[in-house]
């Protein structure tokens, strides 16, 4: 696993060792994160009236696709609203076919950069949440975020954003949306039901596992709805949480767990 020498937060920036991820990441390594609330929301304003070319996955399983999914644990008592400050870790894992081995990953600490307030996620998880894919030893063909993408007061949540800074097509995956509304889906795994911010489908309801809840599935940075369900659909695993965003959340609550010394069992890197 790559560890958190890789990269690191410096001055504002993102910023990398010369050893950390792909060359093609490096040429974005140093582009500010937007520092203020208002800085933020003009680039969110930015972002969504860009229209890059659609991206689509290739074919079914065994294509090769592989999939990231980034997630950021935040400090126990340090979660929620929280504060400018707040400890965390943010990780990313790249799993080959979606739901296949852990082909590369990384885990860094973090401090939050700001409180968190609607809309405005990025503000408090972007920065790290870039640091950590750029960390990343191989490149994904698609991010999976735990953010909104279109589903957003001006239609360019963190899911989009980390991707477009990124050059990485990229999808969100959460709880529930943020502004969208849409009926259920049916009850069988891998249903799918719209969700619309006004007349625009801007995701899906999608059913990961017939005995709970379904998940939030959002169009991000290159992908529309459609994408989203798909890119989802073939990251199912037994749990209700797609496994790319799974592992990374496993990882970065375990690296939690050690650094906070609320474990006694020997560090084991849990993806392996």
Excluded: K
């Excluded at 990269?7 to 990441?25: D, F, K, W």
């Excluded at 801007?202 to 379904?214: C, E, H, I, K, M």
């Amino acid at each position: 696993m790559a560890g958190g020498s890789l990269a690191t937060l410096a001055g504002g920036r993102i910023s990398a060792s010369a050893g950390a991820g792909p060359a093609r990441y490096r040429a974005r390594v140093g582009l500010a994160w937007p520092a203020t609330a208002s800085a933020l929301d003009e680039e969110q304003r930015r972002l969504a009236a860009l229209r890059p070319e659609p991206w689509r996955p290739p074919g079914g399983p065994g294509s090769g696709l592989l999939v990231a999914g980034c997630f950021l644990a935040f400090a126990r008592g340090e979660q929620g609203p929280g504060h400018a400050g707040d400890r965390g870790w943010a990780a990313a894992a790249v799993v080959a076919d979606g739901t296949g081995p852990t082909v590369a990953a990384a885990c860094l600490p973090c401090l939050a950069a700001a409180p968190y307030e609607p809309g405005r996620l990025g503000l408090r998880e972007g920065e790290a949440l870039a640091a950590v894919v750029v960390a990343l030893e191989v490149r994904p063909d698609v991010l999976v975020v735990d953010a909104t993408g279109r589903d957003h007061p001006r239609r360019a949540g963190l899911a989009l954003h980390l991707g477009a800074l990124l050059d990485l097509p990229s999808i969100g995956v959460t709880h529930r949306p943020l502004l969208a509304t849409g009926a259920a889906p049916g009850p069988e795994p891998g249903d799918a039901a719209p969700l619309l911010l006004g007349d625009d489908v801007v995701g899906a309801w999608l059913r990961t596992n017939a005995r709970a809840r379904p998940v939030a599935v959002h169009a991000g940075w290159r992908t529309d709805a459609d994408t989203a369900v798909a890119v989802a659909r073939a990251c199912l695993g037994p749990a209700r949480t797609p496994e790319p965003l799974r592992r990374a959340r496993v990882l970065a609550r375990t690296t939690r767990a050690h650094a906070e010394g609320r474990t006694r069992q020997p560090w084991r890197d849990p993806l392996r």
